[in-house]
């Protein structure tokens, strides 16, 4: 009865030994001799000795079959369940390695966004700019159209009477004068290594330097703006067609007549420059501080959502280029709005003594000529306050009006279908299904090497799934 104790005691500790992958222990050996001699002298009790053994053995048994099954069941879940982890990290998979791909894609989108914004800003709004300088220089005007409701029945008469091409006048000479500011910003810059452009980084002395480049290109360019100004609001149906580098030959003109005026009442250059330079530069450093500071707001606010979400987009180019536009569009529109009215003053001074006949919008049918005799920009300026009051120098801010409610709708499109693009082309899932699978966050946990923590946030439907690697196994050691 002994010997076959021994053998199954033998037996059984070999089997456990086996199971945990470990060698016997030399101590082992005396405790299996003391078992031998144990019968001998307990006799029948041994027995008890073996059956605390035998639960013992299962014990460690059952332990190992519920590891595996535990590890069984956490690789392969139930297909009840909404999500599985191993489609969802199949599908994180195939979401992180299509950002590699946008990031080609977002570089053309970006590009398609600043193109569409550059046409916008120089093409489309030249038929609202042509109505406001029309508006603007009429001084015996009894519309004064500050709203955009009643420029709408002028333009349906422009349209019928002198067709689709009467807004577009002036836009040859319009985009010379635009090119030729910065060829001259360009020229400068070259020869006195004064920047053309400035940012956060620039020292005080660089940026007086870039404001004294800004005056004299301004101060150069005005003659030849001023006779772009004239092929802008003058008829179509009363003047002749001007050629296409007419502007530059009347611009020429208005500068080497510098201090007598070519016509009658045409005021000399001089004139001109002081009050266009002063404005000009005023206006632009508006513009820079309205620019910048929207340009913070947005980008914050930018940040603010992407860590709300959790996770910031590993490109976000794009955004923050739809940022910056609108930055750009929220400057413009402040500066044309604060400006408006010495915009007012340095048109008619400019229009002065060159005979322009132009379309009396106040019914969109008849023409009518400009006769002013101002004898400078206080002068005008007096004048205008008298003669039309305060209101007199807001003439045609409907026009302003409807140019940014274009340029918005025209942005506002084209995000819609580069988002679109975007959707259809790379594998990345629409906006709403990463918000909700929080698909965002979870690449970034991805990213970041945090696989290590012990739980990771999948779907609204599995909130978490806890797994310690090292509990694995744990109470078998018990």
């Known amino acids: 009865m002994s010997g076959s104790i021994n053998n199954y005691t033998n037996q059984m500790y070999a089997a456990a030994n086996r199971a945990y992958g470990e060698q016997i222990h030399p101590q082992a050996e005396s405790y299996q001799q003391m078992m031998d001699r144990m019968p001998q002298l307990i006799g029948d009790p041994g027995i008890q000795l073996v059956n605390s053994l035998e639960d013992r053995d299962k014990a460690i048994v059952d332990n190992i079959n519920a590891d595996q ?11 009840d369940r909404d999500l599985s982890i191993e489609k969802q990290s199949k599908a994180l998979d195939k979401y992180l390695d299509s950002q590699d791909e946008e990031a080609s894609l977002r570089k053309y989108l970006v590009f398609g966004v600043q193109w569409v914004s550059l046409v916008t800003e120089n093409l489309l709004s030249h038929p609202f700019i042509v109505l406001r300088r029309q508006c603007q220089v009429y001084n015996a005007s009894k519309r004064y159209h500050l709203h955009p409701f009643q420029l709408m029945p002028s333009i349906m008469h422009l349209h019928r009477r002198q067709g689709v091409t009467t807004l577009w006048k002036g836009l040859g000479s319009c985009l010379l004068v635009r090119g030729m500011t910065l060829a001259i910003d360009d020229v400068i810059s070259k020869f006195t290594s004064w920047p053309k452009d400035v940012d956060s980084r620039t020292t005080l002395k660089r940026f007086g330097q870039h404001l004294l480049l800004k005056s004299i290109s301004i101060g150069l360019v005005v003659p030849f703006y001023a006779a772009s100004l004239v092929e802008t609001v003058q008829s179509d149906i009363a003047s002749e067609k001007p050629g296409l580098l007419d502007v530059f030959r009347e611009g020429s003109l208005r500068l080497f007549y510098w201090s007598s005026p070519q016509k009658g009442r045409m005021l000399p250059a001089w004139a001109l420059i002081g009050p266009s330079v002063t404005m000009g530069i005023t206006k632009y450093l508006f513009g820079l501080v309205i620019r910048g500071v929207s340009s913070r707001i947005m980008r914050r606010r930018l940040t603010m959502k992407q860590e709300q979400r959790g996770a ?98 025209v942005i506002k499109l084209t995000k819609w279908v580069v988002c679109k693009i975007t959707e259809c082309i790379s594998n990345r899932p629409p906006a709403r299904i990463v918000q909700y699978y929080n698909l965002d966050r979870a690449s970034a946990v991805l990213v970041g090497g945090n696989n290590s923590n012990n739980s990771t946030t999948i779907s609204p439907s599995i909130s978490s799934t806890e797994l310690d690697v090292h509990s694995v196994g744990q109470n078998s050691l018990d």
């Open 69 to 79: 099954h535990a590890v069984s069941h956490i690789k392969y879940l139930n297909s």
């Open 312 to 409: 910031k987009h590993r490109d976000d180019t794009l955004e923050h280029q739809n940022a910056e536009i609108y930055a750009n569009l929220i400057s413009m529109l402040t500066t044309e709005m604060l400006f408006f009215p010495f915009e007012t003053i340095l048109h008619r001074l400019q229009l002065q003594g060159t005979r322009t006949i132009i379309d009396n919008l106040d019914n969109g049918y008849a023409v009518v000529p400009i006769l002013t005799n101002y004898q400078g920009a206080i002068d005008c300026y007096r004048t205008t306050i008298l003669t039309e009051g305060v209101a007199g120098l807001y003439k045609g801010f409907g026009a302003v009006v409807l140019q940014f409610a274009a340029h918005v709708a």
